[in-house]
């Protein structure tokens, strides 16, 4: 009877035990490897929010760059031009994301678009937002934003010493509230009604669920969830440009840990930025410091890119449902 | 006392063709009515347009005196319409039970309490055993019961039943008939489209016969079985009519 | 199915064609924008301004049908969104480029050869990777073709290095006949390359449309593209007539490349703009509609230049984009239809 509230309940013990052995990182992993590791808990994040979209509501969304934008310009804007600390530019861009998501979802269903037209409508609607941003001389233009350093370290405005492990402790805070809210949310009614419109949206009718509502709201928390990282990249980083925040290159990223870890799975996409950032860092490292087959190549750009290319299809060719999702289906069985 | 269902002068048209030609009738409370008719006479069209899966031209749906013309499908689901599809629409990557629990889920807040809900419904309609299978791993039989089980967990009304008895041996089939009867003793409304001439004949109270969009007869099984321009619509089946 | 149903709901009530907004739209802009209109309208230069860009957008937009044209064949007959579309192009213009400056021929005989190795790529590629994945989900077959065009981008990188590449036509000023070029019209400069680039889109446009309405194989492509069970039960290989497919779409692009090399400068991301764009045109042609690219792409080539002098200081691509949702939301089968339905 309590089946749903169980399987919530150990998800969540699940997801409390892997957050206290990772609260532990920053004991052991320093310099770069730290870096490294904050880029994994960035991709861990934008992937969990995709997939609300992407996989629980089945919507595959080629734009998601527009949420991660919104929340990565709404951040710097608010601190840059106004001071405002980067926690509340972290919720109003939430917030504003959610909205666009909202708007921008509910005319493309109401206009039924689905499959390859969907996948191309939210492709052009974070082209165009890019578009927009590049040309608005109080965004700085194409020159993008720069986060002013600060003398001292602040939890308020999120900024600390380079050395400082809090960066760390607050996007593994982020990461593990966002895996909740799916957690939660799939294991809640919202969450049945959801994936119960991307199975059959008119038998969902016929049960009593109202297709559009529970997409479009799909669209607006992947919206917000995604945004939240956003703002975090930019405190990380201390730039946004409009070609980082609302690029193809940016909508990529954040669907491929999803869909290399799993779609419509809660872990699928946390397992997928363990696999996807790691691997960049090495053959990105190959390139740096080649072994002697390839010393023709040393230094030259493109290799790293090359060999992530190659590895990207070979997992989409050989492990389609994705690392986690195959091994989970497997297990099923 | 008042009808549950009157559809009023309903057409619907697509590209020139009158799929649906202004059609009339009532269905009351606890009442069992047939809807048959060769094929394309635009049973599941009327169907579509009762469970606001397709907007009507002209005409009206009263329900339960309330006018549910040109309401959304999942509203008029809510408002106590239960539908199944002759095609059937089962959330495949769903347990039997999850099925189950999303039309119960829409009538209660508290997920737990669906969850009960559905089990008792799955246990009804007889799924007990395949309750925690995947919906796209069951059998025909077994995922005509399980739109059935959807239908009910909204506890409705009225049930729009289209085929449910079709693709079934005659062994599956018992089970379901009293089943249905069983649904229809405590109230419920049943219209159902069904090709299974003997098992109409045996459940309706009324039958209803549409030929070309029209509304041809209607009447006790026997008035329709003998009436000669229902004969007629349906020369050729007639062995069908004669019940298999 | 539903779409046809809301079509005629649509219709029935209101009686209004949806793309007729299109046009109140582009009045809509127009007068929005008389500021800028009246301005180029009034004044010589002005006018002179807006000519080039006309004739600039007419000509490339030629260009750009062309490329499109490759990109609906193989979303028609394979519904694969190709994103390596345009790394095609630029591998294509690579090769091209190749060529020309190791053996001294003149670039433009390199369209005998370099569509060729391109065809027998592109095919391979259907063969190898994309095959496997046919029966896969939308994203994964996206996301195969994107790890496609990073894999050329970057490959070319490697060999190339970032080094901009051109190659220019030493006849392309000079006096043919009674023309003198470039050729000045009203104040207007067109170089003949691209009027060469035109043309030859054109031309080869209207051969791969003789091609897939005359010839046994073309029919055989559009019965794939219509029904690919019902071509398989009446014999056609449809496996093999699926590497063709994607073996000329791909051939046709790097053609495409040929005829803009004079004129563009080469990089690994000179595709890239290509395949944007391309992706506007084939849904404003209709999805799978061969034709309708071609004639998206002349459009899409004007708007792109004429919308640049109406919204100065915006980004050429705004236009376009505006367009592409507008087309996906008032008429998604585009204007001329899908092919495949």
């Not at chain 1, 001389?137 to 999120?158: D, F, I, K, Y």
Request: with cysteine; charged share 15%; aromatic share 8%.
């Amino acid at each position: 009877m309590r089946a749903r509230l169980a399987e919530a309940q150990s998800q969540l013990l699940v997801l409390a035990a892997m957050a206290a052995i990772l609260a532990t990182v920053p004991l052991w992993l320093h310099g770069s490897g730290r870096t490294v590791a904050i880029r994994v808990l960035i991709s861990a994040g934008v992937g969990v929010g995709w997939n609300v979209m992407g996989g629980f509501a089945g919507q595959f969304s080629f734009g998601h760059a527009a949420y991660f934008g919104i929340g990565a310009y709404t951040g710097a804007y608010l601190l840059v031009s106004h001071g405002i600390s980067p926690w509340i530019g972290m919720v109003v861009g939430a917030v504003l994301a959610a909205g666009f998501g909202a708007l921008t979802g509910w005319l493309s269903f109401r206009y039924r678009l689905r499959g390859a037209y969907f996948a191309l409508a939210t492709f052009a609607f974070a082209e165009m937002l890019r578009l927009v941003v590049q040309a608005q001389g109080w965004l700085n233009a194409t020159q993008g934003l720069q986060v002013p350093v600060r003398p001292e370290s602040s939890w308020w405005m999120m900024q600390f010493s380079t050395t400082s492990p809090n960066y760390y402790f607050i996007g593994l805070a982020l990461v593990v509230v966002l895996v909740a809210i799916t957690i939660l949310l799939v294991t809640s009614r919202r969450g049945m009604f959801i994936v119960a419109v991307r199975e059959d949206e008119e038998g969902a009718a016929a049960a009593g669920v109202d297709g559009t509502a529970n997409k479009v709201a799909a669209v607006a928390l992947s919206g917000a969830m995604t945004a939240v990282m956003g703002t975090f990249f930019v405190q990380v980083f201390f730039f946004i440009d409009p070609e980082l925040a609302f690029g193809p290159a940016e909508s990529v990223a954040i669907l491929l840990p999803a869909v290399i870890g799993g779609t419509g799975t809660i872990w699928g996409p946390v397992v997928g930025a363990l696999i996807l950032i790691p691997l960049g860092e090495w053959t990105a490292g190959i390139v740096r410091d080649p072994p002697a087959f390839l010393d023709a190549v040393a230094g030259r750009s493109g290799l790293d890119l090359v060999l992530f290319a190659i590895l990207l299809i070979l997992i989409l060719l050989f492990l389609p449902k994705g690392v986690y999702g195959s091994l989970a289906h497997r297990w099923r069985r | 006392m008042s009808d549950l269902l009157a559809v009023t002068g309903v057409t619907k048209t697509f590209s020139g063709l009158r799929a649906v030609d202004d059609v009339s009738f009532t269905v009351e409370a606890g009442e069992i009515v047939g809807l048959i008719g060769p094929n394309g006479a635009g049973k599941t069209t009327l169907f579509n347009v009762i469970g606001g899966r397709l907007p009507c031209d002209t005409g009206s749906v009263v329900f339960d005196d309330d006018d549910i013309t040109g309401w959304p499908p999942h509203r008029i689901a809510r408002r106590g319409i239960g539908r199944t599809f002759q095609l059937m629409r089962p959330f495949g990557s769903m347990t039997v039970l999850d099925n189950v629990t999303v039309p119960a889920a829409t009538g209660v807040t508290s997920i737990v309490e669906a969850r009960e809900q559905a089990r008792s419904v799955v246990d009804r309609v007889g799924l007990s055993d395949q309750v925690d299978d995947l919906a796209e791993a069951l059998p025909t039989a077994a995922r005509k019961r399980l739109e059935l089980a959807r239908a009910l967990a909204l506890h409705p009304r009225l049930l729009l039943l289209d085929e449910v008895l079709s693709g079934l041996t005659p062994a599956e089939r018992e089970p379901l008939l009293t089943l249905l009867l069983d649904i229809r003793g405590e109230g419920v409304s049943l219209l159902l489209v069904e090709h299974v001439m003997a098992a109409v004949m045996r459940l309706s109270d009324r039958i209803l016969v549409l030929h070309h969009g029209q509304l041809l007869a209607s009447g006790t099984p026997s008035e329709v079985t003998s009436d000669p321009q229902v004969i007629e619509a349906y020369l050729g089946e007639e062995d069908l009519l004669a019940g298999s | 199915m539903s779409r046809t149903e809301a079509t005629q709901t649509l219709r029935t009530r209101l009686d209004i064609p949806r793309w007729s907004w299109g046009v109140v739209v582009a009045v809509l802009v127009v007068v929005w924008r008389w500021a800028e209109v009246s301005e180029l309208a009034a004044s010589g230069p002005g006018r002179t301004i807006a000519l080039q860009a006309l004739l600039t957008g007419l000509l490339i937009g030629g260009v750009y049908g062309l490329v499109a044209m490759g990109l609906s064949l193989i979303f028609g007959v394979l519904e694969i969104i190709n994103f390596a579309h345009g790394a095609f192009l630029t591998l294509a213009m690579y090769v091209t480029w190749l060529i020309a400056t190791t053996t001294g021929i003149d670039p433009y005989l390199t369209l005998l050869i370099t569509p060729v190795i391109m065809f027998v790529v592109g095919a391979a590629v259907q063969r190898v990777v994309i095959s496997p994945a046919m029966g896969q989900p939308l994203e994964n077959q996206l996301l195969l073709t994107f790890a496609l065009a990073i894999l050329i981008e970057n490959a070319l990188l490697l060999v190339f290095a970032a080094n901009p590449r051109s190659v220019r036509i030493p006849w392309a000023s000079a006096a043919i006949g009674p023309l003198d070029f470039p050729l000045r019209l009203g104040g207007a400069i067109i170089e003949l390359p691209r009027i060469l680039a035109f043309l030859g889109g054109l031309v080869i446009a209207g051969g791969l449309f003789a091609f897939l309405n005359r010839t046994r194989t073309g029919t055989a492509i559009r019965a794939v593209g219509l029904n690919p069970t019902g071509a398989a039960l009446v014999g056609v290989p449809v496996g093999r007539i699926q590497v063709m497919t994607f073996g000329i779409g791909t051939a046709v692009a790097a053609a495409a490349g040929v005829l803009v090399l004079p004129f563009l400068t080469l990089e690994p991301t000179t595709g890239a703009q290509f395949n944007i764009l391309s992706f506007v045109i084939v849904v404003l042609g209709g999805l799978g509609n061969v034709g309708g690219a071609l004639v998206g792409g002349l459009l899409i080539g004007l708007t792109q230049e004429l919308g640049g002098l109406l919204f100065p200081g915006q980004s050429k691509l705004l236009p376009v984009f505006i367009i592409f949702i507008a087309t996906l939301f008032l008429k998604p089968e585009g204007l001329f239809g899908g092919g495949a339905e």
